[in-house]
């Protein structure tokens, strides 16, 4: 079995249809709230917590709350993990049962350094293992950024299990390059300017300092403050070498991605930044385009991580979202 294509053979099968809580009493998962050294006092606390056993690393979840349609939050690169979304999770977890998981990489998931096992195909896979695990069938997917690839995979490879998408400011190759996409990796660099701080050397050499101009890109909005602290610590729960393994996964071709994007037939909604300087803007409006039917929203003046800027509008759009569903939201 190729890494990260499919669950490695376990005693318990999936069995969808079933509730969370009623396969973590069957198969023996915690249904206590697992967290970080270290993590801050949340809103709401999961009410199950486990970890699906895939080829390459373990995959850590939680799920919290109950009511249809279920939503799940796809993780984005593994520089955060799943408490990027503590600004939705406590709000749609009073209406709907809600799924979080941290990509492998971060949080509490393992920390595999093969570049395989972080490509969006394997990270489709860890998606559809993640659901089998929490007993969803079809869900609602709310994904940030880098989530778009695994999204797109999983709709073209899964589309009766996928009942909406919701992205936000997707790293996309249907549109231009991001700022730092022509910078050298792996060759060390004649000085550390700006998004030369993406470059393996530098982050050995002081991990945060990047870590600190990532998140202070990530959110040019004034007053993010707290919003750049919280990503720095996200960031801190990996290291360079890890990380490392994820910039070297391999990518997507354009032709395959416009593919998948023409099959995908069920509503969808794209939240862009227009002062997104990580992924560049025109990612968004090129995989909106490249969807039947979806619906651009420009976030005038966002960056990149709208949902936790703006978490009331993010909130809002896809409360309507879900209505637009035929679900109560």
């Known amino acids: 079995m190729a890494s990260g294509d499919g669950p490695m ?3 318990h099968a999936p069995e969808r249809g079933r509730s969370a809580m ?9 249904t206590e709230a697992a967290t970080l050294p270290g993590a801050q006092t949340r809103a709401r606390d999961p009410h199950i917590s486990g970890v699906v056993e895939r080829a390459g690393g373990r995959v850590a979840w939680e799920a919290c709350g109950a009511g249809d349609p279920p939503i799940v939050f796809v993780p984005p690169w593994q520089i955060v993990h799943s408490r990027i979304w503590k600004a939705q999770v406590p709000d749609f977890a009073r209406r709907h049962l809600v799924v ?3 990509a492998r990489g971060n949080g509490r998931s393992d920390r595999p350094t093969d570049p395989a096992v972080h490509s969006a195909r394997a990270r489709a896979g860890d998606l559809g293992a993640v659901m089998d695990a929490a007993g969803v069938d079809a869900a609602v997917l709310v994904g940030l950024s880098g989530a778009s690839g695994p999204m797109v995979v999983f709709a073209d490879a899964h589309p009766e299990r996928v009942l909406g998408l919701f992205f936000v400011c997707p ?14 990796f792996d060759e060390p660099l004649p000085d550390d300017r700006g998004w030369h701080k993406e470059n393996l050397h530098f982050w050995r050499r002081d991990f945060q300092a990047y870590l600190e101009f990532f998140f202070g890109e990530c959110f040019p909005e004034p007053h993010s403050t707290k919003q750049r602290e919280d990503g720095v610590a996200y960031g801190l729960a990996t290291d360079p070498e890890t990380l490392a393994a994820t910039a070297h996964a391999p990518g997507l071709e354009v032709a ?11 509503p969808t909604v794209v939240l862009q930044g227009t002062d997104d300087r990580i992924s560049h803007v ?7 385009g490249a969807i039947p039917g979806a619906r651009l929203v420009l ?14 509008r ?12 035929g679900s109560t939201s």
Not at 256 to 266: D, F, L, S, Y
């Open 9 to 11: 053979g376990t005693a």
């Open 282 to 288: 025109t990612q968004g409006m090129g995989l909106a």
């Open 314 to 325: 993010t909130n809002l759009l896809l409360r309507e979202f879900i209505r637009g569903l």
């Open 299 to 312: 976030a005038t003046g966002s960056g990149h991580v709208v949902n936790a800027r703006d978490p009331v």
């Open 171 to 184: 790293s996309s190759v249907l549109g231009e390059p991001g700022p730092s996409d022509d910078v050298p």
């Open 256 to 266: 395959e991605v416009r593919a998948m994007c023409r099959g995908i037939t069920c």
């Open 100 to 102: 979080t998981w941290d």
């Open 22 to 30: 009623a396969r973590a009493t069957a198969i023996g998962v915690s």
